[in-house]
């Protein structure tokens, strides 16, 4: 905790910059390596609807040339009922090309998401400590979904736009290559200007997100703060600066939104103008007699008009969704490729411990900065150890390299002389109960919530050591008792209460070692004493530390460590430190005595 | 939901907000004509060989065009105009209720939050669907479908088969998609859980080496949300292909029918055209009126969301303000009960006196209603029984902002707000001088810090502080609290999350600086509140002792155990 305050936030800012577009797409490519089947039955079925609309609209207008004004009857019901199975077909194989990308879709991102979340969990306590959880929870989410969707639209859209785009083309070209040339200059037409749009909005939409930032934080603050904002008379100072804000934001907002909302209408227009130019050099051209076009592929021309416009929009846009589609996939990469928390080559299983534990000059550098400096330290099998000072001296730091949560910079500790380097990681952290001032609870029942100590223990354990902890009498008062769901790090309880239950937790490990750092007040008054009774229960028979505030825990200590700026500067039992009349006796003396 | 959007949106705003969707039609009207000119441009123009037909009606075809666009720019700019003033009265109003409400057990801040912002802009979204959306693509359907009754009425039949069809597995389709959407979101929302709780719980996972038993449960959640999302997916992938179907069928139908038709004369080849295109037209509206649908039930919720704010606004006040002027900074409360209706009574029957000028400790357990006790002292509740006054007056015939002025609490939750070290520390006195600052830093011993800071007074601080670590915060809290010099001074377990050492420095700096001016003080602690002239020993809402610290220590059972376990064995002989 300690740690929190002192290093830099290592925020990362939102990169639409590629900086190894090939890396990445060769890993998502790696990631569909297994469906590539599918997908290619997915690419194959797109040829095939594909082809069916450029000819079916083809047709269209072959019949109006061929049958109707020719008078073929016969031919014309044939031909029709072809196009009907055609189209029947093609439905079908549209369902299926879009189920099977869905499908393809959803697993590949479950598999990233498995993927980063197994990284996740292997990460050295350091990637939480300077990493903002806001931002891997968006890593995690956001940037997932993007990858699914660009997996769910882009490959289709892909497929469809450069078959249409190629096969529409030829078909028009070979149509008319006058008509083909309206109807694209109408879709380039409407790119570019939503293009060049776009651009000019961009300046007025960044003003707005940033106004809309503002003003979200006003928000947050004023109705997180509402009882300091009714205390200091704030209210009606607060609306209004709110309302000069609310007002900036509409302004820039109505900005953007008004230039933005021609697009549509623009487009729309592109559209009519290229549809009606088709129909009128069509009709121009008929008049003057070249026998080039006829109604039948005015009617085809309209028709493609209407297909061409959105695949050929599509494969140009797709350029910049894939751009940002790879940037989440390189954000979401980042981290499965985070260094994981390994253990030492030499580690070895060690299932059992005497409890005696050593540092041997240990001194620990966070970055750059040293922490703590040339620490020394010896606790006998069921000693109980205070670690004392005041905040930010480095006792939970000293505690932390105890399981092995950081590396050493130089030195060793010793858990029954052994490297704790030289222990698996999850066996040293099993035999080393920590019981944290905040230990997290879970969203699942108390009863798990306890068992989590050791998930093999039974449901007579469980309560058993509930008991222990004096947490038994709050968990039975509750409506659920112990089946009781706690929600969002049982907010709903009171901390003492929380205090109560992770000390249950660590009953329930059962293991000899005990690192127990004291809550540094404000336990209710009511659970302070069932708290201080637990604790003292809990450390029996154990090498217990604690970093400790209350002067009774202290008090029954067999040694009492004083530490400040990261060095043990006085060491001893309450009563020859008291004698010493150095750190410690002022420190006792500006903090309990109350007869000055 | 209409009535929120009407309850907010006026003047100008309100006539756009009409004028908008009749502009609208008029693009769509306009539209509608491309299709039944360009059939004219083919029947009459090319059948009679008459080049300035075929060049009139080119040109109408591009005026409309040009009209669409002015409509279509208009109507959506007076839209974007009408929805944003809606957003920007309902987002003040619901702030102003939010600030103002003085109701016990309203809704927690963090929804408050989402709902001021994003249902806000949900609603917004929803203001500019109905003055574009809901009427374009409505229209541009219903148009569509008596325009090409009118231009081709023999092949109308069509549209009477498809339409009703499509419109009926449309609406199956969705609305057996919609409790598929939901198991689905519920997944999204435990995943989302799951990963958040392994972020804030990483040091317990840690050290209780939980990571597999983490894996276990992840992995059923994720392929759950694997199965549901797929299950969603292909409740609705149906209809894209189902649509184009229906519409590739129908296209089928018209130059089969319709060609039979043109055979034998009775309709023309233009006809036949213009008829594909407006079912074309058809669709693609019935598509974009599908997903309006689907986004308007979206801000249907959002609109409940904000109305639950809205219904929490406060009746007009009545203000009994009398003239009567606290004659000085003694408290006192009457037999004062206080609690939510069903539940037991958080105060019962509290009566204490506290002259002025003296110093009141009280101390209980989380819960024993010490915090209530105070809400009630500044007017943040109003309903209780019993009578409260400040210098004699009863506060219920105070102004409220009188009784603010008389005094300033310290709360436990020691929240900045964004701005700068000043711009906090003179929230509640904007006239302070920097030697007001100093005396008050000095008093909170966050002078050391601040004295640090490359800026003193004028360092940044992030929203609610979050560049200072919580001990710093707590003092910036208190020192803030010193500064206005109230009469009054009220610390609300404020130094909670200081060490014991600073702790002691700050309360015999404030007990020299409050020397005889009304204090009180609550506390867990035993040494912040036993040098007060009165100390009052709160149990489950009732007072259960009253006195000195000597006193208490000869009378409370719990008062005593409370030293004992706070200050050991050794202290008591002192006292």
């Known amino acids: 905790m300690d740690m929190h305050r002192r290093v830099p936030r290592n925020i990362h800012p939102e990169k639409v910059q590629l900086n190894n577009w090939k890396d990445t797409v060769k890993r998502v490519w790696n990631y569909l390596d297994a469906r590539k089947i599918k997908l290619f039955i997915v690419f194959l079925l797109t040829i095939v609807t594909t082809a069916v609309t450029i000819v079916g609209n083809r047709i269209n207008g072959l019949v109006i040339d061929d049958y109707i004004s020719k008078n073929q009857l016969h031919a014309l019901l044939v031909i029709c009922s072809i196009m009907a199975v055609m189209y029947v077909v093609s439905s079908f194989f549209t369902y299926f090309q879009n189920s099977i990308i869905i499908k393809v879709a959803q697993d590949t991102s479950a598999r990233i998401r498995h993927d980063v979340f197994t990284n996740l969990q292997r990460l050295p306590m350091k990637y939480f400590d300077t990493h903002d959880n806001g931002d891997v929870m968006s890593r995690l989410t956001n940037d997932v979904d993007n990858i699914n969707t660009a997996l769910m639209q882009t490959f289709v859209q892909l497929f469809t736009g450069i078959i249409s785009v190629i096969g529409m083309g030829m078909a028009m070209l070979i149509l008319s290559p006058l008509l083909t040339g309206i109807t694209l200059l109408s879709s380039v037409a409407t790119y570019f200007f939503s293009k060049a749009i776009s651009k000019i909005t961009q300046k007025a939409f960044m003003t707005q997100q940033r106004d809309l930032g503002s003003l979200n934080t006003q928000i947050e603050e004023s109705v997180s703060g509402k009882q300091l904002v009714q205390l200091f008379d704030h209210t009606e100072s607060t609306m209004s600066e709110f309302d000069r804000t609310n007002g900036e934001y509409t302004k820039a907002a109505f900005k953007a939104q008004s230039l933005s909302s021609i697009i549509g209408p623009f487009n729309n227009m592109t559209n009519n103008v290229a549809y009606l130019l088709i129909t009128m050099a069509g009709a121009i051209s008929i008049l003057s007699g070249s026998k080039a076009i006829t109604v039948g592929t005015i009617f085809t021309f309209l028709i493609y008009l209407r297909n061409f416009t959105g695949p050929i929009n599509n494969v140009l846009n797709l350029i910049n969704t894939l751009q940002l589609s790879l940037a989440s996939a390189e954000r979401v990469f980042e981290l499965i490729d985070e260094e994981p928390e390994q253990d030492n080559s030499d580690a070895v299983a060690v299932k059992q411990t005497a409890g005696n534990v050593q540092f041997d000059h240990v001194t620990f550098a966070y970055d750059k900065k040293t922490i703590l400096k040339d620490i020394n330290l010896t606790a006998k099998q069921g000693e109980v150890v205070a670690l004392v000072g005041p905040t930010g001296a480095g006792k939970t730091t000293i505690m932390n390299l105890l399981t092995n949560l950081y590396p050493l910079k130089k030195g060793r500790v010793l858990l029954d002389g052994r490297d704790v380097t030289a222990i698996h990681m999850y066996d040293l952290r099993r035999l080393v109960t920590v019981v944290q001032q905040e230990s997290f609870l879970f969203t699942m029942s108390i009863r798990e919530n306890i068992r989590l100590g050791r998930p093999s223990a039974t449901d007579n354990e469980v309560e058993e050591a509930a008991k222990q902890a004096n947490a038994d009498t709050f968990i039975n008062q509750l409506p659920d008792g112990y089946d009781t769901i706690l929600t969002e790090n049982a907010r709903s309880l009171s901390q003492g209460q929380r205090q109560l239950l992770s000390i249950a937790r660590a009953f329930v490990t059962g293991a000899p070692v005990l690192v127990l750092d004291e809550a540094t007040a404000s336990i209710d008054s009511n659970t302070e004493a069932d708290v201080q009774l637990a604790m003292t229960a809990l450390m029996r028979n154990k090498t217990s530390f604690v970093i400790a505030h209350r002067l009774s825990t202290i008090q029954r200590a067999d040694q009492i460590l004083v530490i400040n700026d990261g060095k043990i500067i006085e060491q001893g039992t309450h009563q020859s430190l008291l004698a010493k009349h150095g750190f410690y006796s002022e420190l006792y003396n500006s903090q309990f005595d109350i007869t000055n | ?575």
């Open chain 2, 1 to 575: 939901m209409f009535k929120i959007i009407m309850q907010h949106i006026h003047g100008r705003a309100k006539l756009f907000f009409f004028m908008s969707p009749l502009i609208m039609m008029g693009e769509v009207f306009c539209d509608l004509q491309q299709p039944t000119l360009m059939s004219q441009i083919i029947d009459n123009g090319l059948a009679k060989n008459d080049l300035h037909y075929v060049i009139n009606h080119a040109l109408l075809m591009l005026m409309f065009a040009m009209l669409g666009l002015i409509f279509g720019a208009t109507g959506g700019t007076l839209g974007s105009y009408a929805s944003l003033k809606m957003g920007q009265q309902l987002r003040s109003h619901m702030l102003e209720i939010s600030l103002i409400d003085r109701n016990p057990g309203g809704l927690e801040p963090a929804t408050l939050i989402t709902r001021i912002t994003n249902d806000v802009t949900q609603m917004q979204t929803l203001v500019m669907m109905m003055t574009r959306g809901m009427v374009r693509s409505p229209m541009l359907l219903f148009g569509g479908i008596v325009m090409s009754i009118i231009i081709c009425p023999d092949l109308a039949p069509i549209l009477f088969v498809i339409m009703p069809i499509l419109v009926i597995f449309l609406l199956i389709v969705v609305l057996k998609s919609i409790p598929k959407y939901t198991k689905m979101q519920q997944a999204i929302d435990t995943v989302n859980r799951i990963m958040r709780e392994n972020l804030q719980g990483a040091k317990t996972i840690k050290s209780y080496v939980l990571e597999n038993h983490q894996m276990n449960q992840f992995k059923d959640e994720n392929n759950h949300l694997r199965q549901t999302s797929q299950n969603a997916a292909m409740a609705t992938v149906i209809l894209s292909p189902i649509i184009q179907l229906m519409l590739n069928l129908g296209v089928v139908v018209a130059l089969g029918y319709g060609g039979s038709l043109a055979i034998s004369k009775t309709i023309s080849n233009g006809q036949i055209i213009a008829f594909v295109n407006y079912m074309i037209q058809i669709t693609s509206a019935m598509i974009q009126t599908v997903n309006i649908i689907t986004s308007f039930s979206r801000a249907i919720t959002s609109s409940a969301r904000v109305q639950a704010v809205l219904d929490e606004e406060p009746k007009k006040q009545v203000t009994t303000s009398s003239n009567d002027k606290p004659v000085d900074d003694s408290i006192s409360f009457d037999d004062v009960t206080f609690g939510y209706q069903t539940s037991e009574p958080i105060l019962d029957k509290v009566t204490f006196n506290v002259p002025d000028g003296d110093w009141l400790g009280i101390i209980g357990a989380t819960g024993s209603g010490k915090s209530s006790l105070i809400k009630l002292l500044t007017r943040s509740f109003d309903e209780y029984d019993g009578i409260i006054k400040i210098g004699g007056v009863d506060i219920q015939k105070m102004n409220l902002q009188d009784v603010h002025q008389k005094m300033t609490v310290a709360l436990q939750d020691s929240l900045l707000f964004s701005g700068t070290v000043r711009s906090n520390l003179t929230y509640g006195n904007e006239s302070a001088t920097d030697e007001d600052l100093d005396v008050s830093s000095d008093i909170a011993d966050a002078s050391e810090f601040i004295d640090k800071l490359p800026k003193r007074y004028d360092s940044v601080v992030e929203q609610t502080g979050k560049n200072f670590s919580g001990g710093q915060r707590q003092r910036l809290n208190i020192a803030r609290s010193i500064v206005p010099n109230s009469d009054i001074l009220v610390m609300d377990d404020a130094t909670s999350a200081v060490d014991q050492e600073t702790n002691a420095r700050i309360k015999n700096r404030l007990e020299k600086y409050r020397k005889n001016k009304t204090t009180i003080i609550i506390s867990q602690r035993v040494t912040n509140v036993m040098d007060c002239n009165q100390i009052i020993v709160l149990i489950n809402g009732r007072i259960s002792a009253s006195g000195t610290h000597k006193e208490l220590l000869k009378e409370s059972t719990f008062y005593r155990q409370l030293v004992q376990t706070q200050l050991g064995g050794g202290i008591n002989g002192h006292a």
